[in-house]
């Protein structure tokens, strides 16, 4: 059964699976083309109608409902992925306090919009331009999100932009999470139950 609980546990995946493209990418310079294509079509779909909607299918976002599955049954290895999360999810509380942030962010996705559905939303044109709203909006505020990785793959200006570009689907997938009621009790709290419910979703 789909509950309000399920559906922030699916939003947690989101979270995780797109933030393990950025760990992925800044380490070794290459992404999963269909994990990231998931992520940033959640950015465009801005007025879906449930949070199944915003990543389209529970296939899109199995690589994160595996992911967080891992860190719940506390079989997981990656040590810096929790406190990149934790990041983005402390940067949350600042971004939508910021109303003047909330608009323009929100502004440049619907000037996108056009562009992402003739081009795609993984076209160079696009992660470029994703980069850019990132870069000019969420990344002013505090604490900012910190990526560390291969200096080879930080200096280069396509790595950098798919990073923040997926950082932005990050952030989504937090507000997301939020809006569904999701709290830090739930981690505290809530372990078993969220396991139940990643467990429901990867059966189908």
């Known amino acids: ?26 380490e070794t310079g290459q992404s999963d083309p269909a994990v990231v294509q998931a992520s940033l079509d959640s950015v465009f779909r801005i007025d879906a109608d449930s949070p199944l909607a915003v990543y389209g299918r529970v296939a899109d976002v199995s690589a994160g409902l595996r992911l967080l599955r891992g860190y719940l049954a506390n079989e997981a290895r990656d040590e810096a ?35 992402a559905r003739a081009l795609g939303a993984t076209h160079p044109e696009v992660l470029a ?19 560390q990785g291969n200096p080879h793959y930080l200096a280069q200006p396509g790595v950098v932009a798919e990073i923040r570009a997926i950082l932005l689907a990050a952030v989504r ?21 969220m396991l139940e419910a990643v467990d429901g979703w990867l059966r189908g």
């Open 1 to 26: 059964m789909i509950n309000r609980f399920s559906e922030r546990v699916l939003a947690l995946a989101g979270l995780a699976q797109a933030l393990q493209q950025v760990r992925r990418i800044a």
């Open 81 to 115: 992925l929790p406190k990149l999360a934790l990041s983005v999810l402390q940067l949350e509380r600042r971004f939508v306090r910021e109303d003047n942030t909330v608009d323009a962010v929100g502004n440049g996705i619907g000037e996108l919009s056009a562009q």
């Open 129 to 147: 331009a994703l980069g850019g709203l990132y870069a000019d909006t969420i990344s002013h505020l505090r604490p900012r999100v910190m990526v």
């Open 173 to 193: 997938s937090a507000v997301l999470w939020r809006q569904l009621g999701g709290s830090y009790w739930d981690f505290l709290l809530s372990r078993k139950p």
